[in-house]
């Protein structure tokens, strides 16, 4: 699971925090829309869709500020679908995680020649990290937020963690809090302060688990039946990765139809490879299809 799917765990399971928190609304009625709009790229990061009362909040973790489309777009994108399908007032925001000097991440706003869209990015290293110490929900966004000590803040929170009676969610943000401060802390100072006995229950952890062997075992056979052991043979390695593809789709998600199919064999290797792994993410056919529009 990235450093973005836990964001996103964690909005889907407490969405009235992060309400209360990008709206300023105590909203009660709050309902996580299907990604029937979902059309993000292979290895995309994670968006969110919540009906808020009468408005949808469109929510987004980004560790990195490149994507494709890029940003700006794809913002203009959803929030044109979402008006189309809804109707109802939008407020997009996009999170991100980890500090960059890229102009992606200053710009508020898609530009054209006759539109101009604008949308709210949140930089975390810019928030005062003592604003995420008062809901324990917000608490692994504290450490990659503003502070002059990183590891005090990590041991502030590791205490706070600590004294959570509800064993579930405690489990839940030890897992989350170590995975967010990887993106800024030594790996061995937050096992140092983190328990994984108390992380071993978690959803989260579980998850991480299940993915690991998932995409072991798939490198294994990408590598054995793409990669190959004679270099230069492309296209039968691209004949094994297609097979594979096919074979996994029609186990999780269903037959693929000829047109769909002739799609992926437009794809070079090295997509192939990652559309592979990203199968397992897919929850239907349609999730596939809207993929390989971005992808060819």
Known sequence: MSFDNVCKFLAEQYPQVFVKWLLDSEETSIKLLKTELNVNPIHADSVLFLR??????????QTEPKSKPPLPLRMLDYYVRLKRKYNYPITQVIIFLQQSNSEVVFKEQYEDENTIHKYRIIRLWEEEATSFLSEPILYPFAVLAKTESPQQILEEVATKVNDIEEKELQSDLMTSVSILAGLKLDKNLIQSLLKEE????????????????????????IEGKIEGKIEGKIEGKVEEAFNLILKISNQYLGEIEEILANKIKNLSLEKMEELT???????????????LEYNT
């Not at 808020?52 to 973790?61: D, Q, S």
């Open 277 to 291: 792994v990203a199968l397992f993410e897919f929850d239907c056919l349609e999730d596939l299809e809207l993929c």
């Open 198 to 221: 108390i992380m071993r229950s978690s959803v989260i952890y579980q998850e991480i688990k299940k993915q690991g062997k998932i995409e072991g075992k798939l490198e294994g056979k």
């Open 52 to 61: 808020v009362g009468k408005r949808i909040l469109h929510l987004e973790f």
